[in-house]
Antibody, heavy 118, light 107 residues
Framework: QVQLVQSGAEVKHPGASVKLSCKAS????????IKWVRQAPGQGLEGMGL????????KYAQEFQGRVTMTWDTSTSTVYMELSSLKSEDTAVYYC???????????WGQGTTVTVSS | DIQMTQSPSSLSASVGDRVTITCRAS??????LAWFQQKPGKAPKSLIY???SLQSGVPSRFSGSGSGTDFTLTISSLQPEDFATYSC?????????FGPGTTVDIK
């Protein structure tokens, strides 16, 4: 079955970087983009950007430009999202989800909790 | 960026009630609108894409409608497992933006 399995929880100090992974299985990896979405405690969903292995490109939301880098490894069907210069406001659950341009997102990962604290 | 708004922000309803949630885009997005359901501590679940098409496995009591700037999500007969937060998202124009969510709780 189609699955996105995310890496485990992280605790980081302010100013550090974090690199999360999202491993896809059960479908052709390059047929879908992987979008990263985060949710701060008690808040709504916030899109961060997407990695498009099939098209070989990435798109980042303006507010994360310069701090976020999304990469992928086709051999392991894994997408990575690295966020640098972490602040306490980056404390959130980070989700990955697969999608297509025509049909949007359909399958989500289980989420990874990132805590930024001194 | 396209701004998405939802109304109401929360509502209280009883099992069996018909529930309607509205989502509005700040500019036309054709039919590129999705709805998600999220329960506390869980990942979002995709319900609807293309404004009105149900994702596989989603019960038929859920329906979506609309085009352009105004959209609705309707639950025809609310079930106990439907108490959750519902969010819309446009994917017509990058960045794909989310609405703030509507929480449906038990009256």
């Amino acid at each position: 079955q189609v699955q996105l399995v995310q890496s485990g929880a992280e605790v980081k100090h302010p100013g550090a970087s974090v690199k999360l992974s999202c491993k896809a299985s059960g479908y052709t990896f390059t047929d879908y983009y992987i979008k990263w979405v985060r949710q701060a405690p008690g808040q709504g969903l916030e899109g961060m950007g997407l990695a498009n292995p099939g098209g070989g490109n990435t798109k980042y939301a303006q507010e994360f430009q310069g701090r976020v880098t999304m990469t992928w490894d086709t051999s392991t069907s894994t997408v990575y999202m690295e966020l640098s210069s972490l602040k306490s406001e980056d404390t959130a659950v980070y989700y990955c989800a697969r999608g297509t341009w025509a049909y949007g997102m359909d399958v989500w990962g289980q989420g990874t909790t990132v805590t930024v604290s001194s | 960026d396209i701004q998405m708004t939802q109304s109401p922000s929360s509502l209280s309803a009883s099992v069996g009630d018909r529930v309607t949630i509205t989502c509005r885009a700040s500019q036309g997005i054709s039919h590129y609108l999705a709805w998600f359901q999220q329960k506390p501590g869980k990942a979002p679940k995709s319900l609807i894409y293309g404004a009105s098409s149900l994702q596989s496995g989603v019960p038929s009591r859920f329906s979506g409608s609309g085009s352009g700037t105004d959209f609705t999500l309707t639950i025809s007969s609310l079930q106990p497992e439907d108490f959750a937060t519902y969010s819309c998202q446009q994917y017509n124009d990058y960045p794909f933006t989310f609405g703030p969510g509507t929480t449906v709780d038990i009256k």
